[in-house]
Every structure is written in structure tokens, then in C-alpha cells.
Nanobody, 119 residues
Framework: QVQLQESGPGLVKPSQTLSLTCTVS??????????WSWIRQPPGKGLEWIGY???????SFSPSLKSRTSISTDTSKNQFTLQLTSVTPEDTAVYYC???????????WGQGTQVTVSS
């Protein structure tokens, strides 16, 4: 079974860059038909899709976050990383990484990691 684990700082100051890494075991991030995704859930709100990386480097992002978001991979470590720049307190959320596949319902999730944006 594929497992995903988020890691990174739990506290980020406003205007700084949020950086989280997802470490994948039991599967390779180079598998082209999987979408390696980042999703977040602000407190008291629903899930919000951030973006994904797929097909060995292609990316897609939420229109509202595109200008501030990047996702990259480190294939040697089987990891993919989210960077969200110029953060504000509205970026406070539980951040999840996930593996998805187009046309399929099964999604593997990481456990999530709390990130708080505060000075």
C-alpha cells in the first residue's frame, strides 16, 4: 500500500514562504499516470485543492493560488515539495499530500500537517 507523509515547519511568518515535503513509500512518483497533489483545509472550512505535479514534471494549480505556488519533485528521494510564497494568516490550514489518478475514486492521503501563519 502506498503511504505518504508530510513534513515541514508548523509555523510560518507572514510574507515568508511555506515549504512542505511529501515523502512517498510503496510507489514511485515517477509513475506518469498518478497525480501527486497538495490539498489544504483551513480551520472550519472545507478542503481546498492547491495543485499537483504529474507526468514527470507537469504541474497544475488552483487559479487563486497559481501565482504563489510551485510544486517540484526529488525523484532520488521519492519526494515532492510544495512551496507557497507570500503567505498570510489566511493560508493557515492543515496541509495534505495525496496520490490521485484521473477517472478513479481511490485517493491515498497523508495524515496531514498543521501549518500556522502568524507573526
Amino acid at each position: 500500500q502506498v503511504q505518504l507523509q508530510e513534513s515541514g515547519p508548523g509555523l510560518v511568518k507572514p510574507s515568508q514562504t511555506l515549504s512542505l515535503t511529501c515523502t512517498v513509500s510503496g510507489g514511485s512518483i515517477t509513475t506518469g499516470y498518478y497525480y501527486w497533489s497538495w490539498i489544504r483545509q483551513p480551520p472550519g472550512k472545507g478542503l481546498e485543492w492547491i495543485g499537483y505535479i504529474f507526468d514527470n514534471g507537469k504541474t497544475s494549480f488552483s487559479p487563486s493560488l497559481k501565482s504563489r505556488t510551485s510544486i517540484s519533485t526529488d525523484t532520488s528521494k521519492n519526494q515532492f515539495t510544495l512551496q507557497l510564497t507570500s503567505v498570510t494568516p489566511e493560508d493557515t490550514a492543515v496541509y495534505y499530500c495525496a496520490r490521485e489518478r484521473a477517472g478513479r475514486d481511490l485517493v491515498y492521503w497523508g495524515q496531514g500537517t498543521q501549518v500556522t501563519v502568524s507573526s
